[in-house]
């Protein structure tokens, strides 16, 4: 089992979500209070050109939870995401988006198999109980072919891959680096690292819905060779290095269980904690 207090920190990359930032914290917070998840919301400033610094800092002065930082990088959610995983406080993360397509709720499911001593928790919304809202139809196609190559490739058991909103223990963070994605591909390297290198993971369904305001900022055009390098590359470090990389002691045998409300898990074996 895990730690009982275990503290969450959210990472949340933003660029111009003026529109949507005000809400997703306030609904963030809500779901984790009543949890009674000790937690940190820290949102990650891309640039932003519109409202959300003033935003976030204006939530961030009446609630100690939520912070604001600006990415001291270059634009590029990868690198983003990355400025926050260097600073987030918590004995696990999670990367959330900005745009309320991620359900809080769903964060709280996370933070329960982190609980029962799975190393990562990854969230599916094409299982059974998974649902998604108003996806464009081309970016389906383009999802479910990536997923399948894949799936394929790895043979892991896990068909959403590309989705960011996963959640990790700190020590994972620690075990991937070091993390060379700067664009979306990111959402692809961490999960595949934690994976080659033998960390355990949990797989439960969840529910995405297409942002209300706002404009996506994944260009389809711009991202398939870069989600293809790091694919490869995650795929050579596990085929070329003999376990160079791979953490001491980790276990590769897989097992399904249940979860509440006859939710399915398909997990891999807990790390075993004292």
């Known amino acids: 089992m895990g730690p009982r207090f275990m503290k969450l920190s959210v990472v949340i990359p933003a660029h111009n979500e003026a529109g949507s930032i005000e809400a997703m914290l306030t609904a963030t917070t809500k779901a984790l209070e009543q949890a009674r998840i000790d937690h940190e919301l820290l949102v990650v400033d891309d640039g932003s050109t519109d409202e959300t610094a003033s935003i976030v800092e204006r ?24 400025a926050g995983l260097e600073r987030f406080s918590g004995d696990a993360v999670a990367i959330m988006m900005a745009d309320l397509s991620d359900d809080p709720n769903d964060l709280v499911t996370y933070y329960r198999l982190l609980e029962e001593g799975y190393d990562c928790a990854f969230g599916s919304r094409f299982i059974r109980g998974g649902h998604v809202y108003d996806y464009p139809r081309l970016k389906l196609f383009l999802n479910r072919f990536a997923n399948l190559f894949v799936r394929m490739l790895f043979r892991h058991g896990y068909n959403d ?28 390297e961490l999960p595949l690292k934690a994976i080659v290198r033998g960390h355990s993971y949990g797989i439960v369904p969840i529910s995405w819905t297409n942002r209300k305001e706002g404009e996506s900022k994944l260009k389809v055009q711009e991202m398939g060779s870069r989600y293809l390098f790091i694919v490869l590359y995650v795929f ?8 160079d990389y791979t953490r001491a002691g980790s276990k590769r045998r897989r097992l399904r269980a249940g979860l509440p409300q006859s939710s399915e ?5 807990p790390t075993e904690r004292k």
């Open 265 to 269: 898990t398909v997990a891999a074996t």
């Open 59 to 82: 939530i961030a002065a009446a609630n100690s939870s939520v912070r604001y930082l600006l990415s001291p990088y270059q634009h590029g959610f990868g690198l983003t995401v990355r």
């Open 236 to 243: 050579l470090e596990r085929n070329l290095t003999r376990g």
């Open 161 to 188: 891959t590309t989705n960011a909103f996963k959640a990790y223990r700190r020590e994972v963070i620690d075990t991937v680096q070091p993390l060379l994605s700067p664009h979306f591909n990111l959402t692809v």
